[in-house]
């Protein structure tokens, strides 16, 4: 029963989920922690830092790594939540891959009507929407602790996120390398 929710939820997810991975992150959030509880909060935060540091796209991994823990945290073993990581990513893709197929040829043809560059006009702040919501999500105590819990972790999570923010942003440096950064500074910290 678990593996058809799991493939219903995470096909809902995939056909609504406008603005690629970043902006499924808060569907998948709402789905897997607060509706169906299959995850909790840190456990998604982890999901995340593992989606954004492994290759392939972040909804995609994310999927997968949520497939397998819903699954182990039911109960079941390591084979079973294997399976559980495939049904979560091919039911993620699965409605692309057929939305793809059905509406490449028309959207070729009538990419240039006015029709449909006033629904990308509309879309376009709906994704902006989404990634912010994800990014928001992102901004809990597991990640940033609180002024009160750890002042010293908490200012020092917003150092680095500021200083990801600016160095991406506006010095334009690569991301790869503002990760591998951020990850010196937490070892740093350690000592």
Same mark, same amino acid.
């Given at each position: 029963?678990?593996?058809?929710?799991?493939?219903?939820?995470?096909?809902?997810?995939?056909?609504?989920?406008?603005?690629?991975?970043?902006?499924?992150?808060?569907?998948?959030?709402?789905?897997?922690?607060?509706?169906?509880?299959?995850?909790?909060?840190?456990?998604?935060?982890?999901?995340?830092?593992?989606?954004?540091?492994?290759?392939?796209?972040i909804g995609i991994n994310s999927a997968t790594y949520c497939g397998y823990t819903a699954i182990?945290?039911?109960?079941? *073993?390591?084979?079973?939540?294997?399976? *559980?990581?495939?049904?979560?990513?091919?039911?993620?893709?699965l409605p692309s891959l057929i939305l793809m197929i059905l509406i490449s040829k028309m959207f070729?043809?009538?990419?240039?009507?006015?029709?449909?560059?006033?629904?990308?006009?509309?879309?376009?702040?709906?994704?902006?929407?989404?990634?912010?919501?994800?990014?928001?999500?992102?901004?809990?105590?597991?990640?940033?602790?609180?002024?009160?819990?750890?002042?010293?972790?908490?200012?020092?999570?917003?150092?680095?996120?500021?200083?990801?923010?600016? *160095?991406?942003?506006?010095?334009?440096?690569?991301?790869?390398?503002?990760?591998?950064?951020? *990850?010196?500074?937490?070892?740093l910290l350690l000592y």
């Amino acid at each position: 029963m678990i593996f058809l929710s799991l493939f219903i939820t995470f096909f809902e997810i995939g056909l609504f989920g406008f603005g690629g991975g970043y902006g499924m992150l808060s569907l998948i959030q709402h789905e897997t922690v607060e509706t169906h509880h299959w995850l909790s909060t840190s456990e998604f935060t982890d999901i995340v830092a593992i989606s954004q540091m492994t290759p392939g796209p972040i909804g995609i991994n994310s999927a997968t790594y949520c497939g397998y823990t819903a699954i182990h945290n039911a109960g079941f *073993g390591n084979t079973m939540a294997i399976l *559980g990581s495939v049904t979560a990513t091919f039911a993620l893709v699965l409605p692309s891959l057929i939305l793809m197929i059905l509406i490449s040829k028309m959207f070729m043809k009538y990419m240039n009507t006015p029709l449909v560059q006033s629904v990308f006009k509309g879309l376009r702040p709906a994704v902006v929407g989404l990634l912010a919501a994800a990014t928001l999500l992102l901004c809990n105590k597991e990640n940033f602790s609180t002024p009160s819990e750890n002042p010293w972790q908490f200012w020092i999570s917003c150092a680095l996120l500021a200083s990801t923010a600016f *160095g991406t942003g506006y010095l334009k440096i690569n991301p790869i390398h503002m990760i591998c950064y951020a *990850g010196l500074a937490g070892l740093l910290l350690l000592y």
